[in-house]
């Protein structure tokens, strides 16, 4: 049996992670005690063969009282014993997104209360849902993210790759716009040449050919990339073979339009000649596209 429990606060886009999950045949159920999780399983398992139970996916939120949340990591523990395919996906986004979020849909944060600002709820749920939270498989940050990007990221992750097998993301940031929460690699690129002091490449990106060929007569560009490269080489392999199911690797330049960009697609390029599941995010470029200055 393979079960995704997907978790994260309020407004970090469980909902729509659930959905997708729903569309790729899994049986979905949204805000299960955690009570149940063990029983249900038992449950499921004689009939997992022949029916949608053999693909499960369960919300788990901080609706769930307090007490059972910091049991989880026991429960999670009596899954795994019992050979379940466990997999946990957690969202979250930063405190500012998730208030402006509730704003601008006018909804009540479950855990707010006439005793409970809209501010205290969510850094109190964040404090419930850490057991959860550190023992994510896969964690998201949805900051930034709109709804079909988030449907998207969750599809390719979780679908394009086989049980067992790693899935890999690079995504390409701006520093200056702070360091992607969701990375287990980071590397900082911002020692390269920067064609944004050349007037006529500002406009372009580390896609567009007059920017490659500028990085690809520096040896420093050629040399990073295949510093990076040797490395990831020699680690990656290390990482599957524990059983890690996701891999986000995060590289960053100033504005994270130019060098980051133009790194992050060559390691994609070598990556996906040995893994299934390579994908490519450059964070900043949707919002530089948005305000025209690319």
Known sequence: MK??????????GKSTA???????????IDNLPIGLLFPLTQEAAPQ????????MAVSIDARNLSGELANFEAIYSQLKSTG?????IFLDADEQTLLQRFHATRRKHPLSDDKTSLPEA?????????????????????????????RDMVKQ???????????????????????PVDSDYVFDVRCLPNPYWDTNLRKYTGIDQPVIDFLEREPLSQKMVSDIVGFLDSWLPSFADSNRSYMTISIGCTGGQHRSVYVSEQLTKHFAKKYRNVQVRHSELPHL???GEI
């Open 3 to 12: 079960l995704i429990i997907v978790s994260g606060r309020s407004g970090s």
């Open 18 to 28: 659930l959905h997708v999950l729903e569309d790729l045949g899994f049986y979905c």
């Open 48 to 55: 997992e063969a022949t029916t949608r139970l053999r693909k």
């Open 84 to 88: 379940i395919d466990v997999e946990i």
């Open 122 to 150: 969510v850094s109190y749920e964040k404090t419930l849902l850490e057991p959860l939270s550190r023992l994510a498989d896969l964690y998201i940050n949805t900051t930034g993210l709109s709804m079909y990007e988030l």
């Open 157 to 179: 992750r979780v679908a394009g790759r086989k049980d067992q097998e790693l899935a890999l993301l690079v995504q390409s940031f701006g520093f200056k716009h702070g360091v």
């Open 289 to 291: 596209q948005a305000r």
